[in-house]
């Protein structure tokens, strides 16, 4: 038996280690050596750790054997115990006895010593008595030092990341990393509070095993949750389990669902203010406690220091950008006299500082009184024009007449909402308004809008005044300037005029205009030669650049002799902007000045794809209506002889019966002859009807109305014509298909439409298939030909009027643009598949 002095030295050892776990195994190899044993483990466990194990004994023990003592170890043990076992891998006979002593105070279990050897050799007096408590001391303090040194180390880190260039995200992850070292928790969250909105977000830290950076939360409303209690306190909240202690219901409710059962939240303060709080939650019951969260609040000092730093460096950059915001507004106002232009700016202005979606200004209209939209940053010209308030009408009226700010947090559920209908169109939900006030009066408005339901803070409004003071100053000095203007003299202000007006009409000209210098480079180009061209209006370069290829050169050589000649020309071509076939008329002036001849030329895009069409539509309209009135005549006009026809058969059918004719041999086939007269006649007096009945207007009146019928009847109407003579139509129409409400005449016109389109389409050869049925609450109609197909850059052009598909021998899109046009009145489509060599499907939906 070894001396007490030599145990006492082993606690010693335990203190000088570079780290317990080491210092564990240095002291059980002394133990086995000391007691004489064979093997033996030594277990420690600290608070905020998983069990720290090391085993000792002869080199080659077995590794079924270290693990045994290692789940030994591991295991507490009521007190002292001296048994009698058969170690893994050994044989019966060869018992061994095994010593389990546990470490540290009877109330203060830190650990276990386990120690094998042979029986008789280890007794429980192998251990002094004190021992166990010496050893399990200086282990707990030795692990005390190190937890303090890793708080130290953790506080140093972050500490570090505050002094440094590091992102709030950066010191998070740092934070969440080292409380993890500290504290056992399932999950760790930061809390920030915005006392202004009464809400605050939750931003789920990084626990080890997740991203490194901690993605934001969402926003929640403070009132009625654990986070309000600790803003009314100051201090932490704990809860040991929120399925027995009491909690705010929505606290509750969310923790619930993630399966948490113990909370603490640790106030994050600067200054005496609460920034937020520090959320740690567990699922086990009572997991938390208070010196867990006495190290969480020693962390979350720096912590909130450097939310305090983000917050005031957010509030330094956000008040630089408003001042930068404040300073542009002023020299707008102060730099120009032309109010659009300065509006513009404090729109553009505002929308940027106060993180909006959009901006508008509204004036007093003197004449009537009403606050008209006099600039908007994105809202479409017919809008603007639609927009008349009166003072006291919706928010905007109210804040005019109120003369100050008024918002709406959701203009979909206000009231007092003029225009809820435009709201919803244009997306927006919450508007704040400020007036434009010059001294007391009211003469206008300006409006900020969201796309987010959104609280405006009271700093947003008073930014808002602010900017509506700029506005107000700049209508004003408008005005006076208008007012001042007067008293110049006419041929000054008639220049003026002239140049503001020149300007003006050279950005709202309809036509699209380019100057050009002598190397057909573009100088300039307004907003609708941009728009033509489907070029940035700030782009510079060869003009020939923004064409497509094919009308390049000719463009170039047009140009060029325009220059040369030094005389008006113009010409027009067809070509493909962005995906669509436009006709453009080119005009070029070729500039003259005294200084200098020929330098520059005028370039006028004119679009006259539309008028081109209407052209188009137009003689063609005419030379089918003509059509069809020649038709009509033919068709009236035949009706009166086949009327003769048939009846002059019907009269000699009647006489073959009487008198010496009923005794001649022939009358058997005199009676057949005359039958297929008659019968031929009305079929023929029938084609007339129908082609009548065709070329009829057929109104714009709506019945339900048979489907299937007006297909038949276009089919019969067409199975007349020579051309289709070669191909089939086959029908496939449900006999169960319900009535649809539609004009009957329309209806058959665009079956006529389509058949005819498809039946070209072939050729005159191939099978056309049509078929009804009832898909979903809706009426398809679809007819599916043999032809070509139809090339996919093409498929977008089908229903143009006078586009007509190459190669030729597929029609035109006249008949299809008139069918959708009838399909589209009646609240239907046409869908359209087709490949090239693999046919045309064109299905026609229709409502019930």
């Given amino acids: 038996m070894k001396s007490g002095r030599a145990f006492h030295d082993l606690a010693t050892l335990i203190s000088t280690a570079p780290s317990v776990t080491e210092g564990l195994a240095g002291t059980l190899r002394r133990l086995v050596d000391l007691t004489g044993a064979t093997a033996g483990a030594l277990a420690f466990r600290p608070r905020c750790q998983a069990p720290i194990v090391v085993t000792a004994g002869a080199r080659r023990a077995p590794v079924a054997l270290r693990r045994w003592l290692t789940t030994v170890a591991a295991t ?25 002593v546990p470490l540290g105070a009877p109330g203060g279990r830190v650990g276990e ?23 399990g001391t200086a282990i707990d303090r030795r692990c005390d030092r190190e937890r303090l040194a890793l708080r ?22 740092a934070f969440a990393e080292g409380a993890a070292k500290l504290v056992r928790f399932d999950a760790i969250n930061v809390s920030l509070l915005d006392a202004e909105r009464g809400e605050f977000e939750v931003i789920d830290l990084p626990a080890p095993g997740f991203p490194a950076h901690p993605p934001r939360g969402t926003w929640m409303a403070l009132e009625g949750t654990l986070l309000a209690r600790v803003v009314a306190a100051g201090a932490r909240v704990r809860v040991d389990d929120l399925e027995r202690d009491p909690a705010p219901e929505a606290s509750l409710r969310v923790f619930a669902a993630l399966g948490y059962r113990a909370v603490a939240l640790v106030p994050l303060t600067s200054g005496g203010t609460v920034l937020g709080a520090v959320t740690l939650a567990a699922a ?19 912590l909130a220091l450097g939310i305090e730093q983000r917050r005031l460096a957010d509030e330094s950059v956000r008040g630089a950008r408003e001042t930068r915001a404040l300073l542009a507004a002023g020299r707008a106002v102060t730099a120009s006299l032309d109010v659009g232009r300065t509006i513009q700016v404090l729109l553009a202005e505002a929308r940027g500082v106060l993180g909006v979606d959009s901006c508008g200004l509204l004036t007093i209209d003197p004449a009537t009184d009403e606050l008209v939209m006099a600039a908007s940053l994105d809202m479409p010209p017919a809008t603007v024009s639609t927009v008349r308030l ?16 008024m918002q709406s947090r959701d203009l979909w559920a206000d009231a007092r909402a003029k225009y809820p209908h435009l709201a919803r169109t244009s997306g927006f939900r919450s508007m704040l308004v400020a007036p434009l ?18 609280d405006f803070s009271a700093h947003e409004e008073e930014l808002l005044v602010a900017l509506a003071d700029q506005a107000a100053i700049a209508l004003e000095h408008a005005r006076l300037y208008t007012e ?106 070729p500039v003259e000045s005294a200084s200098d001849r020929g330098t520059h030329a005028v370039l006028l895009v004119e679009d006259v794809t539309l008028a081109k069409g209407l052209e188009r539509q137009m003689l063609l309209t005419e030379r089918l209506t003509t059509a069809g009135r020649l038709a009509a005549g033919v068709a009236h006009e035949l009706n009166n002889p086949l009327a003769t026809i048939a009846g002059c058969a019907e009269s000699l059918q009647g006489r073959l019966g009487h008198g010496e004719s009923a005794a001649m041999a022939e009358v058997g086939d005199f009676r057949h002859y005359l039958g297929l007269i008659e019968e031929e006649a009305y079929r023929c007096k029938e084609i007339t009807g129908s082609l009548l009945q065709f070329v009829r ?30 191909s089939r139509v086959a029908t496939d129409l449900d006999p169960m298909l319900p009535p649809v409400a539609a004009n009957e005449g329309q209806l058959r016109q665009v079956c006529l439409g389509l058949a005819s389109n498809a039946l070209e389409a072939m050729a005159g050869r191939g099978t056309l298939t049509i078929r009804s049925r009832l898909v979903r609450g809706e009426i398809e109609l679809e007819l599916e030909d043999e032809g070509p197909g139809i090339a996919e850059e093409n498929l977008a052009r089908i229903f143009d009027p006078f586009f007509t598909t190459k190669p030729p021998g597929q029609g035109t899109g006249l008949g299809l643009a008139i069918a959708q046009g009838i399909v589209t009145d009646h609240g239907g489509r046409i869908e359209v598949r087709s490949a090239p060599g693999k046919g045309s499907v064109f299905r026609v939906v229709l409502p019930l």
């Fill in 76 to 100: 507490p043990a009521r007190g002292a115990r001296l048994t009698r076992i058969v170690p893994p891998g050994a044989s019966r006979s060869r018992t061994a006895a095994l010593l389990r």
């Fill in 484 to 589: 001042l203007e007067g008293m110049v003299a006419d041929r000054t202000r008639e220049l003026d005029t002239q140049k503001r007006f020149v300007e003006v009409v050279l950005e709202t000209l309809p036509l699209g205009v380019f100057v050009l210098d002598a190397d057909l480079n573009v100088v300039r180009v307004n907003r609708a030669g941009a728009r033509a061209l489907a070029c940035d209006p700030a782009t510079r370069g060869p003009f020939v650049r923004f064409l497509p290829d094919d009308p390049a050169p000719l463009v170039r050589e047009f140009l060029r002799e325009a220059f040369h000649s030094q005389r008006v020309g113009s010409i027009e071509e067809e070509m493909i902007i962005a995906g669509d076939s436009k006709i453009f008329r080119l005009t070029a002036a």
């Fill in 390 to 405: 009166r003072p006291g009408e919706g928010v905007t009226g109210l804040a005019v007449q109120q003369r100050r700010p």
């Fill in 284 to 302: 086990r019951p009572g997991a938390l406690d208070d010196m867990d969260l006495d190290v969480v609040a020693e962390l979350a000092r720096p």
């Fill in 697 to 726: 207007d057929p109104g714009r009146r709506r019945e339900p109305t048979d489907l299937n019928g007006a297909v038949l009847k276009a089919v019969e109407l067409l199975s007349h014509q020579f051309r289709f003579a070669a």
């Fill in 113 to 135: 010593l386990v120690l094998l050897g042979r029986i008789g050799g280890l007794t429980a007096a192998t251990v002094p008595a004190g021992f166990p408590h010496e050893l």
């Fill in 437 to 454: 006030l010059i001294g007391d009066q009211a003469i206008g408005a300006i409006s900020v809008l969201r796309h987010d339901v959104h």
């Fill in 152 to 173: 130290a180390s953790v506080l140093d880190r972050i500490t570090g990341l505050l002094t440094s260039r590091h992102t709030l995200d950066e010191v998070f992850a």
